[in-house]
């Protein structure tokens, strides 16, 4: 069973900077893709970040381009979401995500961290 846990949330004045990190435990860890989505109230889930374990294969929403930046560890079976001039729309509850083959879903699920930008 593979384990997520997500950590560096918290509030940030606009304009601020967070590094999320998402961390795997549990049995060998290689998924296929990683992803970051995040939730605001009220709003539907979306996909904001993703790229391959292998490297490589980067999406980016478009709402996110050119200020988030996803990466990974893969020594430390963790992958970071650098997030960089943060707007207020950025506030959500931010959620790491792996699927484990192509065409597949994300099958695995952190708990979220809270990231909330004020004005």
């Known amino acids: 069973q593979v384990q997520l846990v997500e950590s560096g949330g918290g509030l940030v004045q606009a304009g601020g900077s967070l590094r999320l990190s998402c961390a795997a435990s549990?049995?060998?860890?290689?998924?296929?893709?990683m992803g970051w989505f995040r939730q605001a109230p009220g709003k539907e889930r979306e996909l904001v970040a993703a790229m391959t374990w292998s490297g490589g294969s980067e999406y980016y929403a478009d709402s996110v381009r050119g200020r988030f930046t996803i990466s990974r560890d893969r020594a430390k079976n963790t992958v970071y979401l650098q997030m960089n001039s943060l707007k207020p729309e950025d506030t959500a509850v931010y959620s790491c995500?792996?699927?484990?083959?192509?065409?597949?879903?994300?099958?695995?699920w952190g708990q979220g961290t809270q990231v909330s930008v004020s004005s």
């Open positions: 995500a792996a699927k484990d083959r192509v065409g597949g879903a994300y099958a695995y």
């Open positions: 549990g049995r060998t860890f290689s998924p296929y893709r």
